[in-house]
């Protein structure tokens, strides 16, 4: 259904994204995921639907903002301590000593991806270690890097490295 008689493609590839992750990890969505999920539909709904031309232009000016250096390193050092457990949005931020919603915003513009994307890339490398170096079964790696199950981890595995980890292993 259009939203208040507009239509958004962002909102309904939002919404499909949702959807889709739903069906795919039931009731194990990563809490970064929604959270930071959260901050973008909020984001968009101001920026889009919400404010006159003005204020669209100090939001977009704040957009191009980055995370100090110092801050992105303690953000990062963070990650590389606890991406074996669940991390929040509201964790990162705090370490970045910014509010959620300009933190995520930052954290991208920085590296170029979003604090979910980047934890799951991270607990991926990590994954690909233990899958090369020892014989872990690979339900145990998933747990040790963090997925919340074997199947999203064999789901993100094969999308970001093009192999299941089982074929992973053995090449």
């Given amino acids: 259904?259009?939203?208040?008689?507009?239509?958004?493609?962002?909102?309904?590839?939002?919404?499909?994204?949702?959807?889709?992750?739903?069906?795919?990890?039931?009731?194990?969505?990563?809490?970064?995921?929604?959270?930071?999920s959260q901050t973008a539909l909020a984001s968009h709904l101001y920026k889009?639907?919400?404010?006159?031309?003005?204020?669209?232009?100090v939001f977009e000016r704040e957009e191009r903002q980055s995370i100090a250096p110092a801050r992105l390193r303690a953000v990062l050092d963070f990650i590389e301590a606890n991406y074996a457990r669940e991390i929040g949005l509201k964790e990162l931020a705090s370490e970045a000593c910014l509010s959620?919603?300009?933190?995520?915003?930052?954290?991208?513009?920085?590296?170029?991806?979003?604090?979910?994307?980047?934890?799951?890339?991270?607990?991926?490398?990590?994954?690909?270690?233990?899958?090369?170096?020892?014989?872990?079964?690979?339900?145990?790696?998933?747990?040790?890097?963090?997925?919340?199950?074997?199947r999203h981890f064999s789901t993100s595995f094969k999308s970001w490295a093009g192999k299941t980890p089982k074929d992973y292993r053995h090449h």
């Fill in 1 to 36: 259904e259009p939203f208040f008689s507009v239509r958004d493609a962002w909102l309904e590839s939002y919404f499909n994204m949702l959807l889709a992750e739903c069906d795919l990890y039931g009731k194990q969505i990563d809490s970064l995921l929604l959270s930071q």
């Fill in 48 to 57: 889009f639907h919400a404010c006159e031309e003005g204020a669209r232009q």
């Fill in 100 to 150: 959620e919603f300009h933190f995520a915003r930052c954290f991208k513009n920085a590296l170029g991806t979003s604090p979910y994307r980047f934890v799951v890339q991270r607990r991926l490398l990590a994954a690909c270690a233990l899958l090369t170096n020892s014989q872990l079964p690979i339900q145990v790696i998933a747990q040790t890097v963090g997925f919340p199950s074997t």
